[in-house]
């Protein structure tokens, strides 16, 4: 499965921005999705993810209430929506797939990555 991230951007802080990870080539509904982020000098973390039906989801503490992440099956799309944003979520967003049955946390779990998309958080 082939995966495109799109809907980064400069927001200030408090704003809100709405990621979109569609996927290509695969069978979407057999994939658990989920987004993962990189700042500068840090390791690639975990953010969020769904599973196949989307009725599982989970988020890491630092995002929880304020990040949804939601699936489009019409749409083979993932979707991570982030309000009251805040400086330290500034990173580069990852989505990525994997055929396992739950979400994991751990990136090497995953065998698909979308490219990025940029995320600055700034006034």
């Known amino acids: 499965v082939q995966l495109q991230a799109s809907g980064g951007g400069l927001v200030q802080p408090g704003g809100s921005l709405r990621l979109a990870c569609a996927a290509s080539?695969?069978?979407?509904?057999?994939?658990?999705m989920v987004w993962f982020r990189q700042a500068p000098g840090k390791e690639r973390e975990f953010v969020a993810g769904?599973?196949?039906?989307?009725?599982?989801?989970d988020y890491a503490d630092s995002v929880k209430g304020r990040f949804t992440i939601s699936r489009e099956s019409a749409k083979n799309t993932v979707y991570l929506q982030m309000n009251s944003l805040k400086p330290e979520d500034t990173a580069v967003y990852y989505c990525?797939?994997?055929?396992?049955?739950?979400?994991?946390?751990?990136?090497?779990?995953?065998?698909?990555w979308g490219q990025g998309t940029q995320v600055t958080v700034s006034s």
């Open positions: 990525a797939a994997t055929n396992l049955r739950n979400i994991y946390r751990r990136n090497a779990i995953y065998d698909y």
């Open positions: 080539g695969g069978s979407f509904s057999t994939y658990v």
């Open positions: 769904i599973n196949r039906s989307g009725n599982s989801t």
